[in-house]
T-cell receptor, first 110, second 115 residues
Framework: DQQVKQNSPSLSVQEGRISILNCDYT??????FLWYKKYPAEGPTFLIS?????DKNEDGRFTVFLNKSAKHLSLHIVPSQPGDSAVYFCAARSNNDMRFGAGTRLTVKP | EAGVAQSPRYKIIEKRQSVAFWCNPISGHATLYWYQQILGQGPKLLIQFQNNGVVDDSQLPKDRFSAERLKGVDSTLKIQPAKLEDSAVYLC?????????????FGSGTRLTVV
């Protein structure tokens, strides 16, 4: 069962522009959400997270927005840089259970 | 701090053979996870340890997969016998505690190809 969905397998943006990666979830018990970034031949690395009691969390160029009523979260990267090119995984936690989306491959073109 | 170490990085075996993966988590991290990531999919939890005890192994195919974490530190994941559909990247992750607002630290993974 896919409790966490990333419906866009890929996204291409121009350097300097905004990248918006989307994620939807179905389980209302999830109370903590994370984004991971993965480069080829490396493990996923933690990027940013948000608790369900918030609707926005910002860290430098990265901002995560959470819409609980829509069960939707998004990651905004502004401005996008070529080094941001990677696969981004959305993850959602409930107690000890963390589920991942299938990932979105972001390509930032110079 | 040193990251999560995994070995080997790559492994190619024939179906019905056995294989083992090793993971050394970050020092002091009580919780250790093994994930399976099939190409084009997100990581799927296979088993979670809290110290040397199993917290969750509900998605581990126990007829062929086994894992242990002796002394609550290193862990090994074994597949015996392997099937073609076991081809995937096997990721080990660790975190300080069970639950809570913790992110996981992942290793680089072991890419298994079963031919």
């Amino acid at each position: 069962d896919q409790q966490v969905k990333q419906n866009s397998p890929s996204l291409s943006v121009q350097e300097g522009r905004i990248s918006i990666l989307n994620c939807d979830y179905t389980n209302s018990m999830f109370d903590y959400f994370l984004w991971y970034k993965k480069y080829p031949a490396e493990g996923p690395t933690f990027l940013i997270s948000i608790s369900s009691i918030k609707d926005k969390n910002e860290d430098g160029r990265f901002t995560v927005f959470l819409n609980k009523s829509a069960k939707h979260l998004s990651l905004h990267i502004v401005p996008s840089q070529p080094g941001d090119s990677a696969v981004y995984f959305c993850a959602a936690r409930s107690n000890n259970d963390m589920r991942f989306g299938a990932g979105t491959r972001l390509t930032v073109k110079p | 701090e040193a990251g999560v170490a995994q070995s080997p990085r790559y492994k190619i075996i024939e179906k019905r053979q056995s294989v083992a993966f090793w993971c050394n988590p970050i020092s002091g991290h009580a919780t250790l996870y093994w994930y399976q990531q099939i190409l084009g999919q997100g990581p799927k939890l296979l088993i979670q340890f809290q110290n040397n005890g199993v917290v969750d192994d509900s998605q581990l195919p126990k007829d062929r997969f086994s894992a242990e974490r002796l002394k609550g530190v290193d862990s090994t994941l074994k597949i015996q016998p392997a099937k073609l559909e076991d081809s995937a990247v096997y990721l080990c992750a660790s975190s300080l505690g069970e639950g809570g607002r913790r992110s996981y630290t992942f290793g680089s993974g072991t890419r298994l190809t079963v031919v």
